[in-house]
């Protein structure tokens, strides 16, 4: 590879008052590469992105771009300069038109439009960014970052948030863009994606990067390896529980509909049992949640617990069944600027009386446990929302096990988080179906039901399409039955 | 116009009903009503709903002013005391040199609050302390005046209601919809709406913002130079300062802006402050104890704020 690098970084640092963020990250792009940036959470990749695209600047360090140094202040900056970032959460206004979200990046309205039915989608620049769902508004992200043209696209988790065909619309994006010669980084946790598209992959690990290699078929090992370090987590094979019994019925949902998309759902789930839900984007899969949350209504249906039939005008009726909800957006489930304490005792506050005092040391001791069950990292503990992605998830899955429950709703709770925590996490839901809980378990990344599930539903168009037994959950079936093709 | 703008053209359109029904209802009181009616209202309400606009760029950009109440306070006592028997050329140049102040005193406002970071209330509150203290060193007590010609220019005179008219009209013509349309203008409602997503979509958020106080100030200046033409006198008092400031919050939420930012217009926050002080006077009309309309006013803030945030958030839901 004797070609001129498009991006070369060198020596990058930076801190964040005693946590260190970035300790000395080299690497390099080539023109017409589609590079792969990998690492658990907390080892820097975020912090990498916002350098390279000017939203903080480094401590420390030089960024060259086509063999110049450069100092990019600002995201409007860097994307003069050819860098044109889609950051992990949507950067478009919610309050004001995607027409006036484009002049505001100074972004051709042609060309925009011109990208978005290349993608195949329709768009109505009128409408608020707050009136379209997340996915769209991803895809609106990636044509506006296309529109400006850029000899280095970076694409930070853009697939999370994505429905299966909208991510593998993505992919056949970046492999047209790298036939045109430019350059693209890639930040995904789905290791087939990058297996799929990335010519090489370089990996972080505690700000460092300690790994560049090609990234082809069967590197997925070498991934996990170095991403890892000496920390031994491999996907473990998942045992599957025999002593689930027929008559065990925890919950029992018949018929239920609401909203645009939830037309009629029914399915059963068994103490100690760990059920996976499976759809494609709009499949009604976010409301079903919410209404066994207790956070909407259903507007037909039957919900029973224990075979007791049951209705829910409030999340804490649900609470007060035993069932607990870990909703997909972390940021609504966590007091961002508490501490991870906090946060952990807050579902506590429930055996307290009125006006009773705080059992302190009580609290203490549960909220140690779990920190130390979770494994979380705790050295930026005063603030939540300091922590990366995967501690934070672990930090909204913790709280219930702080206080107890029957039911658990996980609604795709390893959204963003790296191969090692989500291996945790994994466990922790097999932790508790071992011990006689049941868990209900959304989400976006299909292989994930074999991982962590012992049997699963595929809603289709508002309905059950396939309920499969744990030997038919393989990643195709799934599929096509989420595409509608077979089953019910 | 398609359904989507004229759902969000809805809160206008509710407070333009409120305001023509409470009009007609005073008129309707009146044993006469005439241009020269026309004025007093004009005048009842020309100060306030200034102001409200003032204030509504500065919440719709995501923050609050709570010195802009001082700030016209201050113009008024600036101009009632220099421009007090001056001559019109002159009094013209030092209404255009008290404007500059006000953008000015709103640019360093929000210079302050941007390179300091303390919040926007904390830092205003403040600089309402220091600018009535300013405005107490100019004037000490009520008096001072104006040139009658531009007065006259400014608010007009016995049954002249063009002049307070075209006052109130101008600034939204002629500062209000170039803003809307321009860059910063999108860069207003981007800082309020979302704060992270405008520095990434490229905003340069402390430029933004300090502009936005700028031209809030510019409002206020307006206000306090309308105040001296329709008074013809300065008065220092940090109570009129306080009820200012309060009224062109209440007139700007009233006017359908979002406390919480990036949403909202300035149309109806000058058609609030209609609403603002037909209430009081109606019910002055029916001999109704003032205490009462005091209460009226604020039941109705609340209620006209809760239907429009209930219409509102039933159009977000999808």
Not at chain 1, 5 to 31: H, M, Q, T
Not at chain 2, 106 to 122: E, N, P, Q, V, Y
Request: charged share 20%.
């Amino acid at each position: 590879m004797n070609k001129k690098a498009l991006l070369k970084i060198s020596n990058l640092a930076k801190s964040y008052g005693s946590v260190v963020a970035l300790r000395d990250a080299n690497f390099e792009v080539l023109p017409g590469e589609i590079h792969a940036l990998l690492g658990a959470n907390g080892a820097g990749k975020s912090t990498l992105v916002k350098i390279l695209t000017g939203v903080i600047s480094s401590d420390q360090g030089v960024i060259e771009v086509n063999g110049t140094p450069v100092k990019f202040t600002s995201p409007d900056n860097a994307r003069k300069g050819g860098v044109a970032p889609v950051f992990q959460d949507p950067a478009l206004i919610p309050d004001i038109s995607i027409q006036r979200n484009l002049h505001l990046t100074g972004t051709n309205k042609n060309r925009f439009l011109k990208e978005i039915a290349q993608m195949g989608l329709t768009v109505d620049l009128n409408k608020l960014a707050s009136e379209i769902e997340l996915p769209l508004l991803r895809m609106i992200d990636l044509a506006r970052a296309l529109s400006h043209d850029p000899d280095l696209l970076i694409l930070d988790e853009i697939t999370a948030a994505l429905p299966v065909d909208m991510a593998q619309k993505v992919i056949s994006i970046m492999g047209q863009y790298k036939a045109q010669g430019k350059s693209v980084i890639f930040i995904s946790h789905r290791l087939a994606e990058i297996e799929e598209i990335c010519d090489r992959a370089t990996v972080l690990r505690d700000g460092i990067n300690v790994d560049t290699f090609d990234a082809a078929a069967g590197s997925e090992e070498r991934i996990v390896a170095s991403m890892l370090g000496d920390k031994n987590v491999s996907a473990k094979e998942h045992n599957q529980r025999s002593n689930k019994s027929e008559n065990d019925i925890l919950l029992k949902v018949e018929g239920l509909a609401g909203g645009k998309h939830l037309k009629s759902v029914s399915f059963e789930i068994h103490k100690g049992e760990v059920l996976g839900v499976a759809a494609l984007e709009g499949q009604g899969q976010d409301l079903l949640f919410e209404i066994l949350a207790g956070e909407s209504k259903p507007s037909d249906g039957k919900i029973f617990i224990n075979n007791n039939e049951v209705h829910f005008n409030h999340p804490d009726d649900a609470i007060k069944y035993g069932i607990s909800y870990v909703p997909g957006d972390r940021k609504t489930a966590l007091m961002p600027q508490r501490s991870i304490r906090e946060n952990l005792a807050l579902t506590r506050f429930r055996g307290l009386r009125n006006w009773g005092k705080i059992n302190f040391r009580d609290e203490d001791s549960k909220v140690d446990g779990a920190i130390e069950s979770l494994e979380i990292d705790t050295r930026a503990k005063s603030q939540v929302k300091r922590l990366s992605g995967g501690n934070q998830q672990k930090v909204t899955i913790g709280r219930w096990v702080t206080t107890g429950f029957d039911l658990l709703l996980c609604f795709d709770p390893t959204r963003g988080i790296d191969v090692g925590t989500k291996a945790q996490i994994y466990a922790l839901i097999e932790k508790f179906a071992n011990e006689g809980m049941a868990v209900l378990l959304f989400t976006s990344e299909l292989r994930e039901i074999q991982l962590a599930c012992d049997r699963a539903i595929v809603l289709y168009e508002g309905k059950v399409q396939a309920d499969l037994e744990y030997d038919n959950c393989d990643e195709a079936s799934l599929l096509n039955a989420a595409h509608g093709l077979v089953g019910a | 116009m398609n359904s989507i703008k004229l759902k969000r053209q809805s809160w206008n359109i509710g407070i333009i009903l409120i305001a023509l029904f409470l009009g007609s209802w005073q008129v309707s009181r009146l044993p006469v009503f005439g241009s020269y009616e026309a004025r007093t209202f004009l005048l009842g309400i020309l100060p306030i709903a200034l102001l409200s606009m003032g204030q509504a760029i500065i919440i719709i950009g995501g923050g609050i002013n709570l010195a802009i109440g001082a700030e016209s306070v201050l113009i008024n006592c600036l101009a009632a005391r220099f421009m007090v028997d001056k001559s019109f050329t002159v009094a013209v140049a030092l209404t255009i040199f008290f404007l500059l102040i006000s953008v000015l005193v709103g640019a360093l406002t929000g210079l302050i609050i941007s390179k300091s970071k303390i919040a926007d209330i904390i830092v205003t509150l403040a600089t309402s302390f220091i600018l009535i203290g300013l405005a107490m060193y100019i004037q000490p007590s009520p008096g001072g005046g104006m040139n009658l010609t531009l007065a006259h220019l400014i608010s007009g005179k016995d049954s002249a209601f063009l002049p307070p008219l075209i006052t109130l009209i101008l600034p939204l013509i002629v500062i209000w919809l170039p803003l809307y349309r321009s860059r910063t203008g999108i860069a207003m409602f981007a800082i309020g709406s979302n704060k992270d997503s405008a520095f990434l979509s490229g905003v340069n958020v402390d430029r933004t913002r300090i502009k936005l106080y700028a031209i809030g100030g510019l409002f206020a200046g307006i206000s306090g130079i309308a105040l001296t033409a329709i008074t013809l006198s300065g008065s220092p008092f940090a109570s009129i300062s306080n009820t200012a400031t309060l009224n062109s919050v209440a007139g700007a939420v009233l006017g359908g802006v979002a406390l919480s930012g990036g949403v909202g217009g300035l149309t109806g926050p000058a058609l609030a402050a209609l609403i603002l002080y037909f209430i009081p006077t109606i019910l002055l009309n029916y001999g109704i104890d003032p205490a009462y309309s005091q209460i009226i006013t604020g039941a109705l803030t609340i209620f006209v704020v809760l239907v429009g945030g209930l219409i509102r958030n039933r159009g977000k839901k999808k």
